[in-house]
């Protein structure tokens, strides 16, 4: 069974680059039936997906996060990475992190990971 | 403001049955992209609680179900239990913005 673990600090300052990784356990991000996922969610607000990558590197960003968001993968250690420059105290929120099945328009985010909060602050 | 609309919260007496609505638009819902739905205990990540607009995985009580028709969908609890209190989020993919696009989120409260 699949699981997916956020981790990365917890605190950033205002202006920085927010970095996150997910490790993926029980299956491999070098699989050609998923796209890896990057989800949202501001203290007491609902979801904003952020963006994806596939196997190959193809990505997809949300267009109102697109001139920030660099999302990779590293088959080598079984992860996908999440890059966020320039962050604000709106940046703030839990992460998590989500698979979706090829072809990706059509279909739902499952599993996710368990999430971890970032906070924006001086 | 999210691309999906649901109303913020609803609620219902244990043993009752209540309906939450999904309102979209022709790029999205009404392009039949599949709405999925996802349930959110507090402090927990979402799981996955209806897929393919209609379809509930393995280990999803019947009591959940969920229809889909024109730019909107609806999701139904029905012989409400208090475990069912959480946040229930629709989801939908997006032609116009190429983005995955989630509802705001309704609250379900059990009186």
């Known amino acids: 069974q699949v699981q997916l673990q956020e981790s990365g600090p917890g605190l950033v300052k205002p202006s920085e680059t927010l970095s996150l990784t997910c490790t993926v356990s029980?299956?491999?991000?070098?699989?050609?039936?998923?796209?890896w996922n990057w989800i949202r969610q501001p203290p007491g607000k609902g979801l904003e997906w952020i963006g994806n990558?596939?196997?190959?590197?193809?990505?997809n960003y949300n267009p109102s996060l697109k001139s920030r968001v660099t999302i990779s993968v590293d088959a080598s250690k079984n992860q996908f990475s999440l890059k966020l420059t320039s962050v604000t105290a709106a940046d703030t929120a839990v992460y998590f992190c989500?698979?979706?099945?090829?072809?990706?328009?059509?279909?739902?985010?499952?599993?996710w990971g368990q999430g971890t909060l970032v906070t924006v602050s001086s | 403001q999210s691309v999906l609309t649901q109303s913020p919260s609803v609620s219902g007496a244990p043993g009752q049955r209540v309906t939450i609505s999904c309102t979209g638009s022709?790029?999205?819902?009404?392009?039949?992209?599949?709405v999925h739905w996802y349930q959110q205990l507090p402090g927990t990540a979402p799981k996955l609680l209806i897929y393919?607009?209609?379809n509930r995985p393995s280990g999803v009580p019947d009591r959940f179900s969920a229809s889909k028709s024109g730019t909107s969908a609806s999701l139904a609890i029905s012989g409400l239990q208090t475990e069912d209190e959480a946040d229930y989020y629709c989801?939908?993919?997006?032609?116009?913005?190429?983005?995955?696009?989630f509802g705001g989120g309704t609250k379900l409260t059990v009186l």
């Open positions: 989500a698979r979706v099945i090829v072809p990706a328009a059509i279909n739902w985010f499952d599993p």
């Open positions: 022709s790029s999205n819902i009404g392009a039949d992209f599949d």
């Open positions: 989801q939908s993919y997006d032609s116009s913005l190429s983005a995955w696009v």
């Open positions: 029980g299956g491999s991000v070098s699989s050609g039936s998923y796209y």
């Open positions: 393919g607009d209609s």
């Open positions: 990558v596939y196997q190959s590197g193809n990505t």
